[in-house]
C-alpha cells in the first residue's frame, strides 16, 4: 500500500489541483486509465473543434460565388485531415505524461482506479496493474463517457460514438446520429460539410434543448434546410443488414392513447452515431465503496464548496454534472485549490457561458426565457441588421433578457463568431455592473460585429413574464 498526502483520480482538470499540492510540497499521486489530459484534449473539445474548424474552412470556400468570387475545391484529403489533429492531440498527450513520469514530485499510476475503502483505491490493468494507494485527501476527477440509450437492437449493431467518430479517416456516405445535443450538432455539421448526407433524430421539439427556445427553434430551421431533422422523435429500435443500419422512431412523448408508434418514422443509413449525452464514471469507481454519494443519475453529490459525502474527498469537472464544460471543470479546480489551501468560498457559477461549434454557432449565458418567472424584458436584434453582418451576408441573432431595472438575466447567440461575441456578456455579467450600462454605454468599433450585441442591449426592450404580453415597450 502507497500512502499520500493527496491523490487524483483522472488527468485533466484535475491536474491544476495535482500541482498546486506540489507547489504546496504535498506527496501526490495521479491515477489515469487513458491518455494524459483528460476527455477535453483526447475525446472531446480539442480534436472536435479541430476538426470544425477545417470544416469551416471548407464552407467559407464554397460559399464564395455569394461574394462574386469564383473559388473551387478541387481535392480534400479527410484522412490527412483526421490523421493530422489526432498526431497533435497524441503529441500533447504524450507530452504531459513524460513530464509526469519524470517529475520527481508526481507519482503516476497509469489503470483504471476503483475505491475499495475511504480513501483507498487499487489500480487495474495498464502498466501499473494491482497498486493500491491511500491518501489523505483525494481528488475525484474522472469524468463522463458516452451513455448508450436502451433502444431493441443497439447491441446488435455497429455504432460509433463520439470518440470513434472523431478518428474516422472517411466521411460516412449517410450518417444516422441518435441525439440532438451540442455532440450532435457539431459531429453533424462536421462530417455534413464534407459530404456526408446527415440525418438527425432528436427528442426534444427542436435541437440544442438546452438552448433558449427560440434559439433552438432558429437553429433547428437552419439545420432542416441543411439536413433531414426529425426533432420530437424517440430512436426504439435500430437492426443492421447488407450494410446498412435502419432507426425506427416514434414521437416523444408518445401518446398516451391510441397507437405510440404511430406518426414514427423509419431511417436508413450507412453509419449510426450515437450521441445521446454522457454518463459519469462513478460506477466504474465503485464510488459507494468510499462513502461517496451520487444523484439519481450517478453524478457524484457535492456541497458549495465542492467537497463530497466522504470525509477528505473532493470532485470536480464532468463526474460531478453542473456543467459538462472544460471551462468550467477548470472553474472548479481553481475553486478547489482555494478551498484546499486557502479561505473557502462557495463556487460561483454565475454567467458560466456555452457555445456549440456548429454551423451556425450558437452561445449563451444565463438564464433563458423558458426559465423565467416573473416579469422581465427582452431584446432581439439581427446579425444582417449591421454594416458588418450584412457584408458577410449570414443571419443570425442576438437575444437578450433583462429584469424590470437593467440587470442582465441572460443572453443567447445564433449566428457567426457567437462564441467570442458571448464573452463580452461574461464579463459585464462577473466584472461590471452586470446591467444593460455596461455593454450599451461601452464605445463598439465600428463596424465591427460586436455592435449586434451592443445594439441588441439598447432601444426597446419588450416586457414578458408574470401578468404581461409581449407587446408593451421597456426602455434601458
Not at 286 to 311: K, M, S
Request: net charge negative; with cysteine.
Amino acid at each position: 500500500m502507497e500512502e499520500y498526502d493527496f491523490l487524483v483520480i483522472g488527468s485533466g482538470s484535475g491536474l491544476d489541483v495535482a500541482n498546486a499540492a506540489v507547489n504546496r510540497g504535498e506527496s501526490v499521486a495521479i491515477v489515469e486509465k487513458g491518455p494524459l489530459g483528460g476527455t477535453c484534449l483526447n475525446r472531446g473539445c480539442i480534436p472536435s473543434k479541430m476538426l470544425l474548424y477545417h470544416a469551416d474552412v471548407l464552407e467559407t470556400v464554397e460559399r464564395a460565388d455569394r461574394f462574386n468570387i469564383d473559388a473551387e475545391v478541387r481535392d480534400v484529403d479527410f484522412a490527412d485531415i483526421v490523421r493530422e489533429v489526432n498526431e497533435d492531440v497524441g503529441a500533447d498527450s504524450d507530452s504531459i505524461r513524460r513530464g509526469l513520469r519524470s517529475s520527481p514530485e508526481h507519482d503516476l499510476y497509469e489503470g483504471e482506479a476503483s475505491f475499495v475503502g475511504e480513501r483507498t483505491v487499487e489500480v487495474s490493468g495498464g502498466a501499473d496493474d494491482g497498486a493500491r494507494i491511500r491518501a489523505d485527501r483525494v481528488l475525484v476527477a474522472a469524468g463522463t463517457r458516452p451513455s448508450i440509450p436502451d433502444i431493441e437492437g443497439i447491441d446488435t449493431v455497429d455504432y460509433l460514438t463520439s470518440t470513434d467518430a472523431l478518428q474516422l479517416e472517411e466521411p460516412p456516405e449517410h450518417l444516422v446520429v441518435v441525439g440532438g445535443g451540442y455532440i450532435a450538432a457539431e459531429l453533424g455539421h462536421f462530417f455534413g460539410t464534407f459530404g456526408s448526407d446527415v440525418t438527425v433524430v432528436g427528442r426534444r421539439p427542436h435541437l440544442l434543448p438546452e438552448a433558449d427556445p427560440e434559439v433552438g427553434r432558429a437553429f433547428t430551421e437552419r439545420y432542416a434546410d441543411r439536413f433531414t431533422v426529425h426533432a420530437g422523435h424517440e430512436a426504439v429500435a435500430v437492426s443492421e443488414s447488407g450494410g446498412e443500419v435502419t432507426v425506427e422512431t416514434r414521437p416523444y412523448p408518445p401518446a398516451f392513447d391510441g397507437d405510440p408508434d404511430e406518426g414514427g418514422v423509419t431511417v436508413t443509413g450507412s453509419d449510426l452515431l450515437v450521441a445521446a449525452g454522457r454518463r459519469p464514471n462513478t460506477d466504474t469507481l465503485h464510488v459507494e465503496t468510499a462513502g461517496i454519494e451520487t444523484d439519481e443519475a450517478g453524478f457524484v453529490e457535492t456541497d458549495e464548496y465542492l467537497r463530497t459525502t466522504a470525509e477528505g474527498v473532493w470532485a470536480l469537472g464532468d463526474i460531478v454534472g453542473e456543467y459538462l464544460l472544460k471551462h468550467n471543470a477548470n472553474h472548479e479546480a481553481r475553486a478547489v485549490v482555494r478551498n484546499l489551501f486557502g479561505d473557502p468560498e462557495p463556487v460561483d457559477y454565475t454567467a458560466m457561458p456555452f457555445a456549440v461549434f456548429a454551423s451556425p454557432e450558437v452561445a449563451g449565458v444565463g438564464a433563458t426565457e423558458d426559465e423565467l418567472e416573473g416579469e422581465y424584458a427582452t431584446n432581439t436584434y439581427r446579425y444582417e441588421d449591421t454594416a458588418r453582418g450584412d457584408a458577410m451576408k449570414r443571419e443570425g441573432m442576438v437575444k437578450v433578457l433583462i429584469d424590470l431595472e437593467g440587470e442582465i438575466l441572460g443572453c443567447h447567440i445564433v449566428g457567426p463568431e457567437a462564441s467570442n461575441l458571448i464573452q463580452e456578456v461574461v464579463v459585464a455579467m462577473t466584472a461590471g455592473s452586470g446591467t444593460v450600462r455596461d455593454i450599451r454605454d461601452a464605445v463598439h468599433i465600428h463596424p465591427a460585429l460586436s455592435e449586434v450585441v451592443q445594439r441588441a442591449f439598447s432601444g426597446q426592450f419588450t416586457r414578458g413574464g408574470s401578468g404581461h404580453g409581449h407587446d408593451h415597450s421597456h426602455e434601458h
